[in-house]
């Protein structure tokens, strides 16, 4: 069974920094696309980053680019994020998600599983 379980949430100033954890167990990041999507009050969930294949490609939203970063770290299967120069608008709940496929997918009804999501406030 594939579990995640993110961490790292907290609330920051803006133009502060972030690192958001997603301990995963149960799968092998070789087989599976793995991502960061958040989703804030009253607004549907998006993608921020993703990471997939044997070569660890990377995927970023407009938003994310050159801001965020994502990695995965094979020993330890935790994946990631990044956040610098943090903005109020990335204040969200932020999920882990895992979608069994090489292929990169964007949208969010095509990831199962979820981790239980971290909250992340950027106050200005």
């Known amino acids: 069974q594939v579990q995640l379980v993110e961490s790292g949430g907290g609330l920051v100033h803006t133009g502060g920094s972030l690192r958001l954890s997603c301990a995963a167990s149960g799968l092998s990041f070789s087989d599976y696309v793995m991502a960061w999507f958040r989703q804030a009050p009253g607004k549907e969930r998006e993608m921020v980053a993703a990471?997939?294949?044997?070569?660890?490609?990377?995927y970023y939203a407009d938003h994310a680019k050159g801001r965020f970063t994502i990695s995965r770290d094979s020993a330890k299967f935790t994946v990631d994020l990044q956040m610098n120069s943090l903005k109020s608008e990335d204040t969200a709940v932020y999920f882990c998600?895992?979608?069994?496929?090489?292929?990169?997918?964007?949208?969010?009804?095509?990831?199962?599983?979820w981790g239980q999501g971290t909250q992340v406030t950027v106050s200005s």
């Open positions: 998600a895992a979608r069994r496929s090489r292929r990169l997918a964007i949208t969010a009804p095509l990831y199962d599983p």
């Open positions: 990471i997939y294949g044997s070569d660890s490609s990377t």
